[in-house]
């Protein structure tokens, strides 16, 4: 339960998403309290599963299944463009954060469990399919950051994602 | 299934995760209301209990996303629509 969480660290988790968020373009949501109860979320979550998914999205538990909604999720980006915050709200565009404009309720983008499937499928397809370049490109799928080489990086250079959320994109 | 006491306005069920600040605002809200409903927090659950809660979920609410709301098996809210859970109840 989130009452279990050390408020100690629900400040250093807080204070390291919001410096990274700002050195990458990004904004946590200003509303202090309401973004401190997402973050006992996260911590719950890395509690329960070992990586910090979605607080309002319902995990698996099996890391795999659950990549695209470890925060920054597959969907924050254009849940941003669309709507000025993320799914859960934890993260905002810079005119929500100052007050210019109110965030929209987002709906749910992630996919029902069985096109996910369907998806993943799809991707594995185009991951072994024999290849004309010279390198493989691949692409973050947080960030949209593209690289041709043989393997995507260890750590996404612009998003800070793992690797595991690179996908073979041609 | 957690029940909160309060006036009768038809079968009012919450499907809840612990960890989400909306569901938390929709909680509150109905408690504000003072409407009597039921909740569920299902991230809490296992095993079998939890696959039972999930398919009554995702019967109501086909992308099993939360808070969803269900009001007399009829009538399905999906996420912290304040105006629209307002009305569903009466309050």
Known sequence: MPDAVNEAEVDRLLRDLEAEAEAGGYHLNPDREFTRGLVRGLLANRERYGYISCPCRLASGNREDDLDIICPCDYRDPDLADYGACYCALYVTADVESGKRAAAPVPERRPPPAERRRQKEERALVSRAPGTLNYPVWRCRVCGYLCARNEPPEICPICRVSRDRFERFM | ?91
């Open chain 2, 1 to 91: 299934m957690q029940h909160v006491p309060g006036a009768d306005r038809g079968k009012v069920v919450l499907y809840a995760l612990s960890t989400c600040g909306w569901c938390a605002r929709t909680k509150e809200l109905l408690t504000d209301l003072g409407v009597g409903f039921s909740y569920v927090y299902v991230d809490l659950l296992a095993g079998e209990e939890r696959d039972r809660v999930v398919r009554e979920v995702e019967r109501w609410n086909p992308r099993l996303s939360f808070p969803t709301v269900v009001i007399d098996e009829a009538k399905v809210i999906v996420g912290f629509r304040k105006d629209e859970i307002r009305e569903a109840v009466g309050a």
